[in-house]
């Protein structure tokens, strides 16, 4: 799987944006970009994904760049219940169903 | 939907005994489980992925014969830690893939092994 580069931490104040950066330079054509985030103590959980276009869900944003090889995490009102690990995942989709964890950044959110 | 959970979540045992963890798919049906370890501040290491009715394939470092996994269905997989050791003592997780066709996978809660 390629490699993804994520930032080992970041600070975002209650109610205000969060832009978590992800670089994957060595993505390849076929490789899904996936957000992962894990609560203290708890598993892991799905955030969102995307191949090519930007992606909205009731979570989150991810914004991926034209040539892919980076993409952001966007929460748009962060909350104290957002604190947690993001881990940026790249899969191949198919056959290849591994998720390989990096160390993620681990976001804090302030009151 | 989509819920995976584990069982028990927080186990201590002696050390030379064995330990099972189940985890299971509440309401699909998981054509993939994978179990992972974490131990303290480090992120979640694959030790193994299960196909029901198929043998388990094993991460590299990974000793099959400690750490058992059985996939009895498409709900139901298994992880028993034989003869447990204090160097054992992690917080294993399980996820299951429904098979789409980009991966997603669902996690359980995880359960806290302690060896004493």
């Known amino acids: 799987d390629a490699k993804t580069t994520q930032p080992n931490s970041m600070e975002s104040n209650e109610e205000e944006p969060v832009h978590l950066p992800c670089n994957h330079s060595?993505?390849?054509?076929?490789?899904?970009i996936h957000w992962y985030r894990q609560l203290p103590s708890q598993g892991p959980e799905y955030v969102i994904h995307?191949?090519?276009s930007n992606v909205n869900n009731r979570m989150a944003s991810l914004a991926i760049a034209e040539d892919r090889k980076s993409s952001t995490l966007i929460l748009h009102r962060a909350t104290l219940r957002d604190a947690a690990v993001y881990y940026c995942?790249?899969?191949?989709?198919?056959?290849?169903?591994?998720?390989?964890f990096g160390k993620g950044t681990l976001l804090t959110v302030n009151p | 939907g989509a819920v995976v959970s584990q069982h028990p979540s927080r186990v201590i045992c002696k050390s030379g005994t064995s330990v099972k963890i189940e985890c299971r798919s509440l309401?699909?049906?998981?054509?993939?489980m994978f179990w992972y370890r974490q131990f303290p501040k480090q992120s979640l290491m694959l030790m193994a992925t299960?196909?029901?009715?198929?043998?388990?394939?094993?991460e590299q470092g990974v000793e099959k014969d400690k750490f058992l996994i059985n996939h009895a269905s498409l709900t139901l997989s298994t992880l028993t830690v034989t003869s447990a050791h204090p160097e054992d003592s992690s917080f294993y997780i399980c996820?299951?893939?429904?098979?789409?066709?980009?991966?997603?996978?669902?996690f359980g809660p995880g359960t806290r092994l302690t060896v004493l």
């Open positions: 995942i790249l899969t191949s989709g198919g056959s290849n169903y591994k998720l390989t």
């Open positions: 299960s196909n029901e009715g198929s043998k388990a394939t094993y």
């Open positions: 060595t993505i390849s054509g076929t490789d899904y």
């Open positions: 995307g191949l090519t």
């Open positions: 309401d699909f049906q998981a054509t993939t």
């Open positions: 996820s299951a893939d429904r098979g789409s066709s980009y991966n997603e996978q669902f």
